[in-house]
């Protein structure tokens, strides 16, 4: 069986998550040793991948508590973050709970001030667009993404981001396999039509909040968060046709 990271020690932050989740269950699949660190913890539905992971019931924000964890991984994956957030949900301002800037920036911050001058590979999971008029969803991401890079300048860490658009899985949410045709065809769309609206007009505006990026099959964005593993991509910044190259490449290792 395909086994390229036997012995591997992973810590996968936000390990409840969608896409962490599929990280967590396909590296032990690869023979990692898997440590999820989320604020539930452990599951409360069993399964037998679920078994074979060493829980960490910790939050992101006090990413301190568990630093022993951290630093003694070969890599850290941080997959937290919200599409929409509390800001818009609950009114909540700028940088409280569950805003952007703590899901999708502070949490990372946090991780990442325990993995200065260690030799853990750090993958930030950021994006490629944001949700109509909500800028601020990639914005913070990009803050992180300028914080890593300007450390990995200074020699103090060693950062992977991954830029993923639309994630879809055909096994795992069965629905997203058609939107990923609308969103193609609607890409399409909005190239031509950009065209021909000037800009910095209104309604050019306007019409830029809805542009969208290629969508990417999720099975692409894991085996791209893992790949670092075997394949030296620190310091570098992967969009969704190079995450593909990327996990494609990791797939044909022996």
Not at 37 to 49: L, M, T, Y
Not at 144 to 166: A, D, K, S, T, W
Request: net charge positive; with cysteine; proline share 4%.
């Amino acid at each position: 069986m395909f086994k390229p990271l036997s012995g591997k020690v992973i810590t996968v932050i936000g390990s409840s998550g969608y896409v962490g989740s599929n990280i967590i269950k396909n590296a032990l699949q690869y023979g990692a040793i898997v440590n999820g660190v989320s604020r539930s913890g452990q599951p409360k539905s069993q399964s037998n991948w679920t078994r074979e992971v060493n829980w960490i019931k910790g939050d992101a924000m006090k990413a301190h508590e568990f630093k022993d964890a951290l630093q003694k991984s070969d890599i850290v994956i941080h997959t937290i973050g919200t599409l929409i957030d509390s800001s818009v949900l609950n009114n909540k301002k700028p940088g409280e709970q569950g805003t952007y800037e703590q899901m999708n920036r502070d949490t990372a911050f946090n991780v990442v001030k325990e993995l200065i001058n260690t030799n853990v590979k750090f993958v930030y999971v950021s994006g490629s667009a944001h949700p109509p008029f909500l800028k601020r969803y990639l914005t913070t991401k990009q803050e992180v993404e300028q914080h890593i890079l300007n450390l990995y300048q200074q020699q103090q860490l060693n950062p992977i981001i991954v830029r993923p658009g639309f994630i879809y899985s055909l096994t795992q949410r069965w629905w997203s396999v058609p939107l990923k045709y609308d969103l193609a065809i609607w890409k399409c769309v909005h190239y031509n039509a950009s065209k021909l609206i000037p800009q910095q007009s209104s309604i050019g505006k306007i019409f830029n909040e809805f542009k969208v990026d290629t969508s990417i099959d999720l099975q692409d964005v894991v085996d791209a968060c893992l790949a670092p593993l075997k394949i030296d991509l620190v310091g570098q910044s992967l969009n969704n046709s190079e995450m593909e190259k990327v996990a494609q490449q990791f797939r044909s290792l022996k």
